[in-house]
């Protein structure tokens, strides 16, 4: 069983950089596929970037490419997504998910494990 606790949103203004972080327990943080998702007040909840288990490969949602940064420490059990150049568009709850299995993982039900949430606004 794996926790998964973010941490780092709050609010900023457009042009701005946030780094949200991903705690999680369990010994076997360094064999999940990790992502991170978010969901704005009456929209779905939509695929933002994965990362494979060393983080060397990494895939982002089209929207973010370029702005985002998805990364982790295995020896810290720790995801991040650093986030530049922030729009108002990027204004959501940023969730953190992980699966045991799989590669690049785009889809929320290929997941098996989420955190809370943290919410992040960007104002305009």
């Known amino acids: 069983q794996v926790q998964l606790v973010e941490s780092g949103g709050g609010l900023v203004q457009a042009g701005g950089s946030l780094r949200l972080s991903c705690a999680a327990s369990?010994?076997?943080?360094?064999?999940?596929?990790m992502g991170w998702f978010r969901q704005a007040p009456g929209n779905e909840r939509e695929f933002v970037a994965t990362i494979n288990w060393s983080g060397g490969n990494t895939d982002y949602a089209g929207p973010v490419k370029g702005r985002f940064t998805i990364s982790r420490d295995n020896a810290k059990n720790t995801v991040y997504l650093q986030m530049n150049s922030l729009k108002p568009e990027d204004t959501a709850v940023y969730y953190c998910?992980?699966?045991?299995?799989?590669?690049?993982?785009?889809?929320?039900?290929?997941?098996?494990?989420w955190g809370q949430g943290t919410q992040v606004t960007v104002s305009s």
């Open positions: 369990g010994r076997t943080f360094s064999r999940h596929i």
């Open positions: 998910a992980g699966s045991t299995k799989g590669w690049l993982l785009k889809n929320s039900y290929e997941y098996n494990y």
